[in-house]
């Protein structure tokens, strides 16, 4: 059982998170094929992935750098880096 | 005492035909290169070379053949899915399972047990039910069937799961079966090889070359080739041979894994299967209990085994099979699923003239062997999507236009 | 004819305790410490299995679990291992896999049909005509498979447990112990694990006779066990490595589940057999096994023996025989005596024939070893030619070594094959993982003692974060502890590489020959490997076999995946303790006191219906089935909340209360409508959908102050709404706190025409419509309680949700239905629920939605407002499913007084020919007396079409009557709503 | 199958604390209100601080958990939420061994003093290790409280304790 080790709750196993995916931030202003690429396609590839891990008993969140080749974690994000707004998005007319 | 028995005792010198050619430099030019040799690779060559003369073709595999997921799912056979459109292609495929042991000369144990997907809940029952008319509709046999007659078939069964979530009713599909997974490999490789085709082990691809949009070669560990038409038929390292080409796709990777009892003596006939206990059994040729259960809840390139896997199986299996707990869990390994978001595969063209996908084929890969060689074969040969898996084509993402495999969420009141 | 000997040093039996059991359907006894197998031998019974293709007699091989020989069953359990289950009284045991007895086997007649049976040929027959492969395969699964199992056992399961340390040495032996000395004597808190029931491994069974190991032996073991940092845990096995450190020791009575910082793998080497014609004959066994059944059970293990050595192993073990008082015909060297050390002097010094470059050709005896014919060997082949025959009843193998590296394997460690020690040793090993002893290629005991302090030394460094050049080869032995070659050819064959499976040499040989020429490849065609011992004793002399093959090195040949588990492992102990956490609304107990009938709800359990107590026993006088007094009892809980009065625990609703100056930001991106406008006191809808657009989840808003609000789930998604809120939260930087409510607050919905009027007399909320309108939310207080009043309009009746926290609900909900009696109060459960939002053409999300369906096919375009809001998850989606809109959910009817086959849920909608549509939703509406519900329909179909036909159950059609919806109250006089909500 | 050094498992028992109130206060006032009621302010997140009989732990940057005796009224503040917690105690040298079958934790490395939320058996729950040893509280949602009750007990019995009567969830 893997561990996740994270600041404030230390190293924790695996069964105690939910594994909400890699960060996506939605586009602003995008077409439709841009926005179907972001809604389905994924960076799908073996590599470094930043990820959002939810602890359920603290209700925190971590986001953590992993190589998903390895499955070792490499770092950790610090939310305000990949923080983002509502994007603007115009119905076609 | 089968006649090709005798011929074995009365010959002097063990002289039976190779299966698969000798290890041979690659060479300069092939017509088609099949990136994986796997089930899907080697159905694809033979295919590709029985009903469309294409021999010159060169199936390219990484590790050793059946190696990848072919060699690590749970072998089981089926067509009782939800949507038409993939009841349609799978049913195709069991049709096609039936005869393989004739075509290719060689038994693949193709062993008809019937097929339970049992229903803890009256959401899960209704799903059943959709399952069985969609099916029905389609000619198929699957029916949603009651406790009685689950007891009568799974005598040894506990139906009220140890007082939580009893089983209510399933979907009994009688056309379900489980097959050896080599030897459907096997049987594809060695029909493909004595049609001509060459078969690569070891041969891991570096690089696909294009000019503009068009294929025109492959690098390999072992040397350069030139082919106009490339068919990747990876499965779990899909997203290492669409990153070559800039193509992106839903696909995501998650381990799947599964495991084996020690073998004991046969009393399991059918194949049971529990969508919300995520466990599935049936009980191989040489004894085993074959078992696995859903993928694992994060994405991994990996193979590796957990032990919560294991636990959670065994728990969860005590509530169906009390008298398992006196059995031996033996080994377990993993498969790489690439999982698609509408649980449908990804086939055909692709933005990239030449390049043809055969992937996205997550926990329903082995049951499509042989319609998705064929399939691909006629894709390829006549570079046109096949019918069949039009449906399943990559640009549905695009269009909004999922397929409903998927159907009712789990959400329910 | 004895068997026992006289008490040996470190004998694991207690002479005082005999034990009796039945094997075979005769009684045996041995003595307490005994296992099946010692015992077994110790009554001269020899002959303990039939091997699995061909049922050739076997007996004792390794003693130490590396072969399934000794397989036995009886009534409560099966695959029993005689070389290590302890003997217990009273057992009665059986061979498995015999027709017949294990006396005269009845299909012992298949080994001499081997020549129709070689590598693989159940591929090549049986499958033509395709008709006859079910006939056959009968009889192969009846053949294959071993211990019998029966569906009558019950479930038994063992408790596990977690452990945690600094240092975990898996093996207890020479090695293993220093190692642990050595971390334990440096303050690290150490585990050490031995699979035996008494540690001292092989410093115990192959140098119990040497004088220089008995002091070492002696300081170790009473070090060990009284150290302070250490805990030692005998007969448990390491099943595996898995991710960080996490190893599950297995023992008799459960699973301890073991978090390393550093573990250190001391668990030895595994003797491998020699390939000759016979090999498998009881009586022919590794020369470790023969020291174990000695010094462990004082067993004699033959009365006149030959040694076959390829090592200085060998020579130990002849001394061992002839200290036991067993007569050592010869020693057979398949190299020569001056490669040897002083173990092979002193077998010199006592005149015992030792014949150099020699081999055992073959093995002779029907039932059990009588003889041996020795050959020339030239290191690669025996020259048939010129042979010696020896008379014997015991051959024993000391030809060489496997590593017990699976676990090395699994944790990413690389190991290389070295030329000089002809043994795969390890090469670089991963972070935290370390490797001593013999397993390491450290042979003498001083090498061992020094390799396990390095190894400890080296762990130690790296637990306090030092870095270690670690340099694992400075106590390897440069003498060579294994032959690269103990494999004899015979044209007779018979030459076993894989005992369990019954594997011969040619099978490999012509495996390769067809194509099958890789190690994974030559596995799954010829099973070498996969039997239950998993290629302890086969797999090493396979890569020899294939590498001779093909060519290439032992490296370049590699060897198949170490998979868990190193022994198998009981699903008892894999279960565990059951754990299925059940979660009870507060009013639980009055359900259950008034003849509830519960279902589950994900984790919750709630009220599905209820059999009044006093009408349930009526009833059933009256013979009702069981599904007429369910449906009697939902139909009567509708009509009271139509009628008068009813009253529904929804406790399992999710519960959220949203604050901040961001709050109303954060529920207009997670919900498709506009919460910011919503004004303080009242509520609105809250449908949510995914990026691509498909409805999840829907619920209540409800506004408490400017910057407040309460926010309801569906029961099954509670989570994840919580999850969600709090991801956007901190997606997007917002200012808001939340506060997970769910188990904290309590509710219920009190709902019906006199539900005012009961309540107007119980709290101080004003209820008048002008002051609470439809869709609005008060808070007050009700039977001296604090509590939050909603109008929600899910079952279609003037109502109200009450909520409050948990410690009052009780109260409230008993002064409910006591004050509520005269307006004929009656709790309702879920499934009147599903009838009464059914008739208000209410959906159910996941029932009438699936994974696909968007909140246009839903019928509820009315809730995405694409021009009005500037942005919500899953927008761009719906802008463009909107003009894509393939189908929708329409309501329908049948007939009044319809008495055909009645639709049900997920029946198919049939338009020539083909599928249209599904029903999503159908139940008999007690208020509009027929059967009504929803349906799925494609577009066009759906909108312009008069009558659908419906085939149900057998193949017939029914036709059903598309009709709007609300069914019932349409204009929503009866609770003024005009939108739809859900409890 | 026992990896912890023997212990006296005689002594181990269990109790419920419902003499405890629980409420959740967050949002920038909650460190004031507990102030104003007397209450102690963990200094780090995820620590407690007991004062007499009440127990405050620091759940993030400005929530709190407050345990307060019955009785004791709620702190003043807007944002504060009473909790429906069931609150077990074990008592007893064996308790690292009861844990140690339903929890992934090195509770011998767990302090009088230490807060922890982790997941017991399957269900989210705080864990606090009373000052002087006393006993190991262990807080959850109330609709679990059959379902952990039944294990704990089952397991109290089991181990070797006094007390429990109830029958085991095995």
Redesign the interface.
Known sequence: ?KLLDCP??GK??I??FDYVGAVRIPPSDADEATWADYVFNRDNAPGVMRERWYH???GRWFILERNTLTDEVVGLVDPADVRYKEPNYEVPA | MPWRLLKFGLQSEHNEPRFFPESKPLKSHYDVVIIGGGGHGMACAYYLAKEHGITNVAVLEQGYIGGGNTGRNTTIVRSNYLTPEGVKFYDTSVKLFEDLADDFDLNIFYSTRGHFTLAHTDSALRTMRWRAEVNKHQGIDSEVVGREEIAKEVPYMDLDCNGHAPVMGALYHAPGSVARHDAVAWGYARGAYNRGVEIHQKTRVTAIRTQGDKVVGVDTDRGQISCNKVISMVAGSTPRITEMLGIRTPIEIFPLQACVSEPVKPFMDTIVVSGSLHVYVSQSSRGELVMGASVDPSVLHSTRSSFDFVEGLADQMLDLFPFMSRMKIMRQWAGMSDITPDFAPIMGKTPIDGFYLDAGWGTWGFKATPVSGKTMAWTVANDKTHELIEPFRLSRFADFDLVGEKGAASVGH | MKYRLDPQPLEWIDRRESVSFRFEGQSFSGFSGDSLSSALLASGQKLLGRSFKYHRPRGVLSMANHDVNALFQSDEATNIRGDVTPVSEGLDLRACNVNGSLANDKDSYIGLLSRFLPVGFYYKAFHKPKKYFPFWEKIIREKAGLGEISTDWSAT?????????DVLVIGAGASGMSAALTAADAGADV?LVDENPHIGGSLDYQLANVKEAAAVRADLKTRVRSHAHI?L?EG?YAAGWYTDHYVP?V?????????AEQVIMATGVMEQPSVFRNNDLPGVMLASAAQRLITRYAVKPGQRAVVLTGNDEGYRAALDLLEAGIEVAAVIDLEWLDKRGPWAEQVKAKNIPILEQSAIYEAKGKDALTGVVVGEFDGRGCDSGLTRKFACDLLLMSVGWAPASQMLYQSGCKLGYDKKAHQILPRALSNGQHACGRLNGAFTLEQRLADGERAAKDAVAQLNGESVNMDLTLHRDSVAHSHDWPIIRHPKGKNFLDIDEDLQLKDLINAAKEGFDNIELMKRFSTNGMGPSQGKHSNMNGIRVLAEITGKSIDETGSTTARPMFHPVPVSAMAG??????????M?QWHLDNGVQLMEAGQ?MRPEYYLPVSEAGASDAAGAGQIDQRQQAILQEVQAVRSGLGLIDVSTLGKI?V??PDAARLLDVVYTMTMSTIKIGMTRYALAVDDSGVIIDDGIVGRIAED?FYVTATTSHAAAAFRTLSLKIQELGLNV???N????MAAMNLAGPASRKLLSGLTDVDLSEANFPYLGMREGTLCGYPVRLIRVGFVGELGYEIHL???GAMEVWETLMREGQSAGIRPFGVEAQRILRLEKGHIIVGQDTDGLTNPFEANMSWAVPLKSKPWFTGKPSLALLKARCQRKLIGFRLPQGFNGQLPKECHLIIENGEIAGRITSIAYSPSLGRTIGLAMVDLPLADGATELKVRVDGGAMVSIEPCPTPFYDADGARQTADLTEVA | ?????STDMSNLSLSVRDDLCGY?L??PESASALSAAGLPLPEA??SAEEAGEALVAR?GS??YLAFLPKGQNAPACA?C????DRILAVQGEGWI?LM??L????F?KMQPGDWL???V??????LYREQGGKALLIGF???????LSD?FHTLVN?LGGKESTKGG??
């Not at chain 3, 399961?157 to 340390?165: H, L």
């Not at chain 4, 199958?1 to 050094?5: E, L, V």
């Open positions: 059982m404030g709750i924790r196993p069964s105690e359920r008993p603290t | 399961r063992q408790p596990k447990q977690y452990g945690f340390c585990v805990r845990l448990h020791l023992g008799a009575d459960g699973i301890v589940k073991m978090r303790r059951r754990f299925r956490p059940e979660r009870l609304t507060p639980h919750w209360e604050m901040g407040r706190r939340l506060a409510l769910t188990g904290s926290p948990a410690a | 199958m026992n990896a912890y050094a959740l967050t949002g997140q995820l759940t400005d929530e944002w939420f009473p909790r429906a061994e140690a079958q929890c992934q934790f090195d011998r939320m982790a997941s058996a399957g269900v989210n729950c705080w949602d109330a609709g679990f409280d059959h379902y294990i089991e969830a095995l």
